[in-house]
């Protein structure tokens, strides 16, 4: 094989990708992230030992987290790019380890190869250098964990919050991931300690967003266009959206948002930006055809990236920044010494284009994160107990590609109308624009943002639990029926099960990376489950 990977829901015939990435990885753009990953976590390491002794690397803690973030599906195709990085981490690493001295030190920490034998080292440090199935499975499960906290990190240390509790907690799981001696036992300890921590850094990112940009309000968000010319921002990072706009007032040029961007439409300090125009588009997947019609540049922020055809008329309008990257496309520059990063490019590249060509028209409502909630708590507890509200039903995460996504709308068709619908991510867009009405003036789809924002599901649901007085939170008339996708979908998972949600239904294929015995682990001590059909699933989630 060329290559493996096998971390996110299209994982070629549910077992891995082998000679090209489904995403669009290239076999080479997929070992060299194998060998950042492998050098990220010899940082890591050091780090944490420097860390025991009072001494970490802020260096070394931004290094890891985003080392990390740039490794997450579909967010970074630039081989070039990834290979500074790789560089830049060696460096790092050497520099660290002359502080200090380890013995018995993994492979991670003591290989120094030239760049001329990057590829053959990068074959031998992926997933399967791990033989046993079950080990393999439970390090892949920590690791993608990490990877999902390392984004919210990241989104949270763009608006200058930084926890060393989560940057000591994520390079000392790295360090655990590099021994070869680590049994099942200590690696499920430490799957469960990872979902711990992603609920702090959720929680973290929560706090940064809403001191920053208020708290997120009931909105309503057209998904129509003006007549300007316009720059569309896809991603997730709230502060390049913030950055970009303030760059552009006055200009002329509209801001779309697209996909997991959406939500910053329901913060109070960025929608105040009048020329934030809308929302254009639908999930990530459909970007080709919509980018063809923007006709405007796009900035990606994060991942979600689905790589152009050579023909592709929209490829010369991309731009990328952040842990992003794809080849031939101009990358934006990180901040420096607390200047905003510097968006004139892509500002004089919107004036040179046609408006947005219309795709459809109307609005979306959304704003429904934990403060909003529990704003209207009195109301909604009403429903509750006068049986207008019978069942909530959890259908965050993520949408893709596949054929069998169209389950969720199906099952969000058919749900009973005295039920509610709690959502975050975009698997939203499976039914967020359906008309499913309201119960007492509540919306049956309540959107709560971003991926990231499935923490306020969490705060809704512990809030619903003190307010009905229930002693376990599965008592509550709550469904999780939850679509995945790549890796903050699997801390969401982690942080979930931490809080002792059980019965968690994922699809719509189970994770590849999880080994039999693994997930038949998840199966006996959390009834984990997977999808059917949606009239079965509704059927058996009623009765």
């Known amino acids: 094989m060329s290559m493996f990977c096998f971390q996110c829901q299209e994982a070629a015939k549910g077992t891995g990708c082998i000679l090209s990435g489904v995403c669009g990885k290239t076999p080479e753009v997929a070992n060299m992230q ?79 190869g030239t760049e001329e034998e990057f590829e053959e080292k990068s074959q031998s440090v992926g997933v399967l250098r791990t033989q046993n199935e079950d080990i393999r499975s439970l390090k892949e499960l920590v690791h993608y964990g990490i990877k999902g906290m390392a984004a919210y990190a990241e989104h949270a240390y763009n608006l200058d919050s930084a926890d060393p509790e989560i940057f000591s907690f994520m390079q000392r799981a790295l360090a655990e991931i590099t021994r070869e001696d680590i049994s099942v036992d200590e690696l499920i300890a430490l799957t469960l300690e990872t979902g711990k921590y992603g609920v702090v850094a959720m929680a973290q990112l929560d706090a940064a967003n809403t001191s920053h940009y208020g708290n997120p309000e009931l909105s309503e968000v057209n998904i129509g266009v003006r007549n300007n010319p316009a720059i569309l921002i896809s991603g997730h990072d709230l502060k390049d959206l913030e950055e970009l706009l303030q760059q552009t007032e006055g200009t002329g040029i509209d801001v779309y948002t697209h ?16 020329h934030l125009a809308g929302n254009y588009g639908n999930a990530w997947w459909k970007q080709k055809e919509e980018f063809e019609s923007f006709n405007g540049p796009i900035l990606f922020t994060t991942n979600c990236i689905v790589p152009p055809t050579s023909k592709a008329a929209y490829k010369d309008r991309i731009y990328t920044t952040g842990a992003s990257g794809l080849e031939g496309a101009i990358h934006i520059p990180e901040r420096k010494d607390g200047q905003p990063k510097d968006f004139s490019i892509i500002i004089e590249h919107a004036k040179r284009c046609q408006p947005p060509v219309e795709i459809e028209t109307g609005t979306i409502v959304g704003g429904f994160a934990h403060a909003q909630v529990l704003a209207l708590a009195d109301k909604v507890v009403d429903a509750v107990k006068s049986g207008a509200i019978s069942k909530f039903f959890v259908m965050a995460g ?50 709560a943002g971003q991926c990231n924002d499935s923490y306020s599901l969490a705060v809704i649901a512990m809030k619903l639990q003190e307010v009905f007085g229930l002693e376990d939170i599965n008592d509550l008339p709550i469904v999780y029926n939850i679509a995945w996708y790549e890796q903050k979908a699997v801390i969401v998972l982690l942080a979930l099960l931490h809080l002792g949600v059980k019965k968690i239904h994922l699809g719509p294929t189970l994770p590849a990376f999880l080994s039999p015995n693994v997930a038949q682990v998840l199966v006996d001590n959390f009834g984990i489950g997977g999808i059917s059909t949606a009239d079965e699933d509704i059927a058996t989630f009623l009765s």
């Open 259 to 274: 996909s997991e961007m959406l939500p910053a439409h329901y913060y109070p300090h960025l929608k105040k930006h009048k």
């Open 34 to 112: 194998d060998l950042l990953l492998f050098v990220v976590r010899g940082v890591a390491v050091y780090n944490q030992e420097l860390r025991k002794i009072g001494k970490p690397s802020a260096e070394a803690d931004k290094f890891v987290f985003d080392g990390l973030f740039i490794t997450i599906t579909n967010a970074n195709f630039d081989k070039a790019a990834i290979i500074e990085k790789i560089k830049n981490g060696l460096v790092l690493r050497n520099n660290l380890a002359q502080k200090i001295t380890l013995s018995n030190a993994p492979d991670e920490c003591t290989w120094n």
């Open 398 to 447: 993520c949408d893709g590609r596949m054929k069998s996504r169209s389950y969720y709308t199906e099952f969000a068709e058919k749900l009973p109308k005295d039920t509610v619908i709690l959502t975050a991510g975009c698997a939203k867009y499976r039914y967020n624009k359906l008309p499913l009405g309201d119960i007492n003036g509540i919306p049956r789809v309540l959107d």
